[in-house]
């Protein structure tokens, strides 16, 4: 089991920005998969942005170009950063990870998380 620790999370204004970050305290972060979603009142869970251990990045369309996941394996951290948000951004984002023995691996799909942080609260006011 691996504790997420999530931080960052407010009320900005439309077309403002936040930094999501997720710490994963121990030795294994260099080896998890990462990911965010997110999660409005009565719907489902949904995929925001993965970075697989080896550095790689996956989006949904509608974040493209607006939000980045990094990681700094030496602070064991991951982070989101979200520019130019929109009322839609509003949510719960969640950070899940899951140890990889392959370094390129991720997935779209909540059920392959095996450990999720608390959620933070994202609202964007128009």
């Known amino acids: 089991q691996v504790q997420l620790i999530e931080s960052g999370g407010g009320l900005v204004q439309t077309g403002g920005s936040l930094r999501l970050s997720c710490a994963a305290p121990?030795?294994?972060?260099?080896?998890?998969?990462m990911a965010w979603f997110r999660q409005e009142p009565g719907k489902e869970r949904e995929f925001v942005a993965a970075?697989?251990?080896?550095?790689?990045?996956e989006y949904r369309d509608s974040v493209k170009g607006r939000f980045t996941i990094s990681r700094d394996n030496a602070e064991n951290t991951a982070y989101l950063q979200m520019n130019n948000l929109k009322p839609e951004d509003t949510a719960v984002y969640y950070c899940?990870?899951?140890?990889?023995?392959?370094?390129?691996?991720?997935?779209?799909?909540?059920?392959?998380?095996?450990?999720w942080g608390q959620g933070t609260q994202v609202a964007v006011s128009s």
């Open positions: 899940a990870a899951r140890r990889s023995d392959l370094p390129n691996l991720y997935s779209t799909l909540p059920s392959w998380y095996e450990n």
């Open positions: 121990g030795r294994i972060f260099s080896t998890l998969a």
């Open positions: 970075i697989t251990s080896n550095g790689a990045s």
